[in-house]
């Protein structure tokens, strides 16, 4: 079965920092874009950030833009998310995905091979 599986998150303080982990199952993920996305409770899942095959282009969500960094490390199959300067508001289930159509690179459309999230909670 082709899914991504995310890891790394937990409970930080406001201000504090996590790197989250995506890795593949079933494929190699080190020749695609891959995405990450985060749905809050009651909320619908929004874009984060995504990233191109070869680590060259990323584009973010106004929301993080200066505070989260993707990257990856095709050697070890990995896409990170760090997140620095986390706010409560950056609270929810953190998904990576793949980029498998064509379409917007912030569109969950784009998307396929959800994981099945990582909890990521911001508070004091």
């Known amino acids: 079965q082709l899914q991504l599986v995310e890891s790394g998150g937990g409970l930080v303080q406001p201000g504090g920092s996590l790197r989250l982990s995506c890795a593949a199952s079933?494929?190699?993920?080190?020749?695609?874009?891959i995405g990450w996305f985060r749905q809050a409770p009651g909320k619908e899942r929004e874009f984060v950030a995504t990233i191109n095959w070869s680590g060259s282009t990323t584009y973010y969500a106004d929301s993080v833009k200066g505070r989260f960094t993707i990257l990856r490390d095709n050697a070890k199959k990995m896409v990170y998310l760090q997140m620095y300067s986390l706010k409560p508001e950056d609270t929810a289930v953190y998904f990576c995905?793949?980029?498998?159509?064509?379409?917007?690179?912030?569109?969950?459309?784009?998307?396929?091979?959800w994981g099945q999230g990582t909890q990521v909670t911001v508070s004091s």
């Open positions: 079933g494929f190699s993920l080190e020749y695609y874009e």
């Open positions: 995905a793949q980029k498998v159509y064509t379409g917007n690179y912030y569109s969950l459309n784009s998307y396929d091979y």
